[in-house]
C-alpha cells in the first residue's frame, strides 16, 4: 500500500517544554519560600500577598498544574502523534491549549496572593477560573479525539488508554467538586457544605493525584521508558490488568483522607478498603515499568535519562505502598495532620513527577533541536542532586511526622498530657524543618541545571521544525472482531466504545460513595443547637478562607483520648450543616481550633492575630498586621447572606434585612470587649476598631464549637 507523507508538529511540544522548566523553576522556588517561612515566619513581615497561607496553595497550584501539567501535555503532545501516526487533529486548538493553559497559570499565580481563593485543597482557583479550565480541558479533549479517530494505526497503545482515562476522569472530578455559587467576581460558595462537602473535595483531591498525577504520567512512562531504552514493554497483559483495575480502584479511594472524621463509618470503610486493593494495579504498572529495562542496565549506568527514570518510578511504587498503607486506620491515626503525610506527598511529587518529566525533557531536547544534549555530566550533577535533594526533603519529614503523633498522644499518670503545649512539639521538630528546606534547595539547584542544560543544547542546535513522517493510511475493516484477534485487541479498534468503559469503569465508585451522602438525610443526624453564622462571623470566615488558616489549623477533633484532652469533645457531622465550604483541614502545624470558641478572650485572639509570639512565645505563625489596617468590606455582606438562603441556611426575614446592622452591632461589643484590657486603649485609644477585619476574625473565632454544650461530671 502506498504510504503517505505528512509532519509531526514539533513547535507545539517545545512550547510546552520551554513553560515545563519556567514553571518548573517557579513553583519550586515558591515552595522554598514557603519552607524557609517554616523557619524564619517573619522575614515576610507585614506583606499580606508572600504570607505562608496565600503562598502554600499557589506553591501546590503552581507544581501540579503547571509544572507537572505542562509536562504532562508536553509528553502526550509528543508520543500521541507518533503512536497514531498523524498530525494532532488541529494546530489551532493545540495553541489555544497552550495559551489557554498559560493564562489560567497567570491567573492562579494572581488570584491566589491576593487571597482569592475557594480554599477547597488543589481546587482553590475561583470561578471564572473553573470555567476556563473546563473550556481548555474541551478544547484539548477535542483535539486528543481527533486526532485518534485520524490516526492510520489501527490499535490504540497502552500510553493512550491512560491518556484517555486522564481526560475523561478529571473532566468529571473538576466539575462536580466545583460546583459552587457565585457571590461577585471572585466570590464563590461551594454548594456542598460539611460533611457532604469533604467527601466531594477528597473524591476530587485523592483523585486529582490519580487521574493528574499518575494516570497521564503512567502513559508517558508506557512510552518513553521502551522508547529511551530501545526495549519492549515488559508485559501487554500486564499493562491490561494494570489499566483498568487502577481506574476503577482509584476513585473509590478518597475516604481515607477523612478516617476517624465525622464522615459516616460506611464511607470511610470502603474507602480503606479500595485504597489496600490498590497497591496491586499500582505495583503492577511499577513492575511493568521496570521489568521494561530487564538487560539493559547498562545502558541505565551510562545514560542519565534512564537514571532519571528508574528513580522515578522507583518513587511511584514507594508512594503507592505507602499510600494504602496510610489507609490502614491504625497508620492513619499515627500520620493524619502530621509532617508524615508532607513527606509522603512529595515523593511522589519530586521522585515519580520531577524525575519522569526531568528524563522525558533531556531526551525531548536532543530530538527537538536535533543535536546531543549539551552536557551529560551536568545532567549526571543534576541526578544526584535531586536525588540527594529529595531524600533531605522527605526523610526528615517522616521523623517528624512520628515525633509529632507521639508526642500529641503522651499522657502521664495522672492522665494529663505530656506536652499539653502545642508548640512544644513545634520546637521539637523545627531542625527537621531545617533540613527539609536544605533538601528542597538542592533540588531546585539541580532543577536549574536542567534549565541550564536545555538552554545551552538549544543554542548548539537547530531551530526547532516540523518532522516529515510517513505511514499508510488506515484501511477500514468489520468491527466486529476478526478471526484469532483477543478481546482488548479488538476494543483498542473501537475508540468510542473503549472510552464509554473508562466512564463507566471511573463513575461507579464516585456515585455509589457520594450520592448516598447528598440524598439520604440519615447519614448527617441534625443538632438543633446548631445556628447559621451571624452576618460578622460570616465576614470573619470568608477573611479566615482568604489568608489560608486552614491550611495549618485543622478544625476536626477526631475521637481520640489525646484530642478530646487538648481541644475538647471530638467533633459531630451535624455541626458543620452551614459551613461553605467545609474547613477540616490536612495538616496541624498549628492547633486545632474547632474548640477554640470562649477558649480566650477578645484580647487574646486580637493580640495573637498582631504577633502570635505574644501570647505563644515560640511559635511560627506569621503576623497579620493588615488585619487591624484594613477596613471590613461590607459591601458584600446582604449578598453573602441571600447566597447563603440559595444554599439553604435558615435565616430569618429579620436577619436578612438588618445584615448590616446586626453586623456592626456585634462589631461594637468586641471593641467593648476589647477595651476593657488598658495596653489595648494605649496602643489603640483613637482607633475604631470596630471597623477593621480583624473584629471579624475574632467573631468567627469566638463562635467556633460553641453550639454545642457538653455536659461534664465532676
Request: aromatic residues 14%.
Amino acid at each position: 500500500m502506498e504510504k503517505e507523507q505528512f509532519y509531526y508538529d514539533n513547535k507545539i511540544v517545545k512550547m510546552f517544554l520551554v513553560a515545563t522548566i519556567l514553571w518548573g523553576v517557579v513553583g519550586m522556588l515558591v515552595g522554598l519560600l514557603v519552607a524557609f517561612l517554616f523557619i524564619f515566619p517573619n522575614y515576610m513581615e507585614g506583606i499580606s500577598w508572600l504570607s505562608f497561607g496565600r503562598l502554600r496553595p499557589l506553591h501546590t497550584n503552581a507544581v501540579i498544574f503547571a509544572f507537572v501539567g505542562n509536562s504532562i501535555f508536553m509528553g502526550i503532545y509528543y508520543s500521541m502523534q507518533r503512536l497514531l501516526k498523524t498530525r494532532m487533529f488541529s494546530d489551532t486548538l493545540s495553541k489555544i491549549h497552550f495559551w489557554g493553559w498559560q493564562l489560567i497559570i497567570v491567573a492562579a499565580a494572581i488570584t491566589l496572593p491576593l487571597g482569592l481563593t475557594s480554599s477547597k485543597e488543589y481546587a482553590e482557583l475561583e470561578w471564572p477560573i473553573d470555567i476556563a479550565i473546563t473550556l481548555i480541558w474541551v478544547v484539548m479533549g477535542i483535539n486528543m479525539i481527533g486526532t485518534i479517530l485520524k490516526r492510520r494505526q489501527r490499535h490504540i497503545y497502552v500510553a493512550i488508554w491512560f491518556y484517555l482515562a486522564t481526560l475523561i476522569t478529571v473532566a468529571v472530578l473538576h466539575i462536580f467538586n466545583n460546583l459552587e455559587l457565585p457571590v461577585s467576581a471572585f466570590k464563590s460558595y461551594s454548594i456542598y457544605a460539611g460533611v457532604q462537602d469533604a467527601l466531594v473535595q477528597w473524591w476530587y483531591g485523592h483523585n486529582a493525584v490519580a487521574f493528574f498525577l499518575t494516570t497521564p504520567v503512567l502513559g508517558l512512562m508506557y512510552y518513553f521508558v521502551p522508547k529511551v531504552a530501545n526495549r519492549p514493554v515488559y508485559s501487554y497483559r500486564l499493562s491490561i490488568i494494570h489499566f483498568w483495575s487502577l481506574i476503577f480502584i482509584y476513585i473509590w479511594a478518597g475516604p481515607h483522607h477523612l478516617l476517624y472524621t465525622a464522615l459516616p463509618e460506611w464511607a470511610q470503610n470502603l474507602g480503606t478498603v479500595f485504597s489496600v486493593m490498590l497497591i496491586f494495579p499500582s505495583w503492577g504498572g511499577m513492575i511493568n515499568g521496570l521489568l521494561t529495562l530487564r538487560g539493559a542496565w547498562d545502558k541505565v549506568r551510562e545514560n542519565p535519562v534512564l537514571k532519571f527514570f528508574v528513580v522515578a518510578i522507583t518513587g511511584y511504587g514507594m508512594s503507592t505502598f505507602e499510600g494504602p498503607m496510610l489507609s490502614f486506620k491504625t497508620l492513619n491515626a499515627i500520620g493524619h495532620y502530621t509532617d508524615w503525610i508532607v513527606g509522603h506527598v512529595h515523593i511522589g511529587a519530586l521522585a515519580w513527577n520531577g524525575f519522569m518529566a526531568a528524563g522525558i525533557i533531556y531526551w525531548l531536547a536532543g530530538k527537538l533541536w536535533k543535536t546531543e544534549l549539551y552536557s551529560t555530566k551536568l545532567a549526571n550533577v543534576h541526578f544526584w542532586l535531586g536525588t540527594l535533594g529529595i531524600l533531605f526533603y522527605a526523610l526528615p519529614l517522616y521523623v517528624a511526622g512520628f515525633t509529632q503523633a507521639i508526642m500529641w498522644k503522651q499522657f502521664n499518670p495522672d492522665g494529663t498530657l505530656v506536652y499539653g503545649n502545642f508548640l512544644e512539639t513545634v520546637t521539637q521538630i523545627m531542625p527537621m524543618y531545617m533540613m527539609r528546606a536544605f533538601g528542597g534547595t538542592l533540588y531546585l539547584t539541580g532543577f536549574i541545571l536542567l534549565a541550564y542544560n536545555v538552554i545551552k543544547t538549544a543554542q548548539a542546535g537547530s531551530t526547532v521544525e516540523d518532522e516529515l513522517a510517513e505511514a499508510a493510511p488506515l484501511k477500514k475493516i468489520t468491527s466486529s472482531r476478526m478471526a484469532g484477534e483477543g478481546f482488548h485487541s479488538w476494543l483498542e479498534r473501537r475508540t468510542i466504545l473503549f472510552a464509554f468503559l473508562v466512564v463507566i469503569a471511573v463513575a461507579i465508585g464516585g456515585a455509589v460513595e457520594i450520592i448516598p451522602l447528598l440524598t439520604v438525610d440519615s447519614n448527617i443526624p441534625k443538632i438543633t443547637s446548631v445556628k447559621p453564622y451571624t452576618p460578622l462571623e460570616l465576614e470573619g470566615r470568608d477573611i479566615y478562607i482568604r489568608e489560608g488558616c486552614n491550611n495549618c489549623h485543622s478544625q476536626m477533633i477526631r475521637p481520640f483520648r489525646s484530642e478530646v484532652e487538648r481541644y475538647g469533645e471530638y467533633s459531630k457531622a451535624g455541626e458543620f450543616v452551614y459551613d461553605f465550604p467545609f474547613l477540616w483541614g490536612s495538616k496541624r502545624t498549628g492547633p486545632d481550633v474547632h474548640r477554640v470558641g470562649g477558649k480566650y478572650n477578645d484580647n487574646w485572639h486580637f493580640n495573637h492575630m498582631m504577633d502570635p509570639r505574644t501570647t505563644s512565645p515560640g511559635s511560627i505563625m506569621p503576623q497579620y498586621p493588615w488585619l487591624i489596617e484594613d477596613d471590613l468590606d461590607i459591601s458584600k455582606t446582604v449578598d453573602k447572606i441571600n447566597a447563603m438562603v440559595t444554599l439553604g441556611v435558615p435565616y430569618t426575614q429579620f436577619e436578612l434585612e438588618k445584615a448590616v446592622y446586626l453586623l456592626k452591632n456585634q462589631a461594637g461589643e468586641i471593641e467593648n470587649n476589647l477595651r476593657q484590657d488598658p495596653e489595648f486603649v494605649k496602643n489603640y485609644g483613637d482607633a475604631h476598631i470596630e471597623t477593621k477585619e480583624i473584629v471579624a476574625v475574632i467573631a468567627y473565632l469566638q463562635r467556633l464549637g460553641t453550639d454545642i454544650k457538653v455536659e461534664t461530671t465532676e
